[in-house]
């Protein structure tokens, strides 16, 4: 028998008729010979909605708190949904991240999985039940409430995949899978077929909102083969797998940008051995992912560091570095939230000579100034301007012939 | 160290302006040198919006399903006072039934306490931290969530007050006090200083909304003095506590009325030993709580036998009693949801005559039609027609004096 891990986000359990419409997919899966298990997000706007009752009250609101707030959301949907499917006959129960036993460090806010139990849910499997699992949430050993950050539902689905051995974690969502670029803004962009764990890693952590980071780590390390796709269409979508010799190595993938961070500079470092570290040991330590690093050469014994960090741990991370700029005698402090960061991905980037000229030549051919320059062995990331972001990502989606497929035969 | 356990209800959270304002009480409490352990319902409002999502989907939703859902209320109300009494420089944690261990029985939307543990909550208090707990719900042994019932959070007060051996228990609410009778039907109602748990047991379970009957069990029991008052005052409220010889019997305390229950006759039912038994054996097994019970006695071998139910209940209970009524050959089965009970409550009725004929006298006078009695040692209830209810308590909380404070005077 198949084992399917269906992952539905916020706008697929938006409302009660689309509760229903998950339920009648649910079903209809069950009916195929399967056995399924749910994982769901809060109902859209609903996690909006509890982050700002936590912001009324102050700033800087308690994380255990915060985290035990903004967990609700999901017990929420994932109680409507086996009500639902109860409704219509289907033996199903809702578990909150504490009675799977879906265990997480104590970071909250933005915890991470350590461990899952899965003798509950295959007792209920074998009973013949359907266990609708709230995602997004966690449980540290101490008892407390966590959460898996922003897309965390995704990252629940796959690891719930991987602890059951399932044969696939189907990810639904809003749109019908992954496409070379942000369809948004860019009507040419195209939904691809398949595409490796690297890939959508680079993809992933580079602002394709499609599905959280850590949900493709953990994919790729458990060899959980993801099926992107909507929940309001019967297409298939992308399939996110390892790679295998049947795939053609495509030079360019996708191109994407995002808006979400901020960079922040500081000048004239001295450059001494264990500066970089005093920099960023307390920034690391409260838990802020530092995305892009830049250092350039030091001619006088001084130099420029730069990086970006979410917008959302921006103030906080500033703070953090004024104060240790102060400590090292640093000459100042600079940020910018006003940035864009537009990206090139394909796997087929390592054996290929000429990519990065192709960007640059790109974007200076619009007038695009570069403020960054970031890469990875299948990845070029630009800093722009945060107004020449959209522009960018449509610029090198048609330099690199996404448009037209011409380069990427097999997809 | 006097240690205070303080239960504020729905409308003390109802915004964040209310949140903050049940913060600075918590905080002055502290200040004046007490231990406190607070304990919420969720925010008004909040718990019918959730029933009306359950409701959206079916008529009849599981009932494991339906307490996971509304739970969540609490959830959110704890954790946004805690963040608001952190953000004042309060240590405060929030916690849930099951990280308290508040267990119960697995009897869901209706639930009773059966154990609370105190281990955790007391490493807090010592830790001086301010313990948030959430009311209404609970966790069985197999770690279903499990809720207490309308006003359960007031059974979470006095049961956490039992279990931690508080030296009181703070029900804050919307009106001042337990009053003589409902203000909002007569005007003339004044508030009581102090009562007795039987005389609360009578009125509460009579209806006066001000407190849960399990709570007040719970108090009696355990011996847990209880002060209702309000969170909008600083006013002293009534005290809930055990009979003492200072107190005088007064002969009426209160007049309550309420329409919430729905009246069903089994007619001409054969009298035979075990019908009774046979009727009410499966009411019962459904969690369905019987009020009243009349049966006259039986001329020609048949009886009439009526009861009423909460009207929440009266669909599932007819269905029931219609199923039995066909199996022991009664003739028919008829049911009313227009009636109002309207009823006097008093510790010294037990040793006073005349007191249920002035009652009967009072209701005649306005023409007031008695459809069913029941009494007990301390209080005398009539049913009506619902449209008299109102009028029904106006007579008899002046026919008593109450208005007037005369066969009152300790109080």
Redesign the interface.
Known sequence: MVLIVQKYGGTSVGD?GR??NVARRVARTRQEGNDVVVVLSAMSGETDR?IQ??Y???EN??L???D??I??GE??S???L???L??MGISA??F?A??VRIITDSAFSKARIQDVEVRRLQKELRAGTVPVVAGFQGVDKE???TTLGRGGSDTTGVALAAALKADVCEIYTDVEGVYTTDPNICPEARKLSRITYDEMLELASLGAKVLQIRSVEFAKKYNVPIHVRSSFSDKSGTFVTKEDDKMERVLVSGVTYNKSEARITVVRVPDRPGTASRIFTPISDAHIVVDMIIQNTSADGYTDLTFTVPKADFKKALKLVKKTADEIKAQEVLADENIAKVSIVGAGMVSHAGVASKMFTALAKEGINILMISTSEIKISCVVDAKYGELAARVLHQAFGLDRGELRKEL
């Open positions: 009660m509760i229903r509890l009752l936590a009324q009250v102050c609101p308690d255990r708190e915060y035990a707030l967990a609700t017990q929420v994932v109680a409507l086996a009500i639902t109860q409704s129960k809702s909150l504490p009675q008892g407390n409430t």
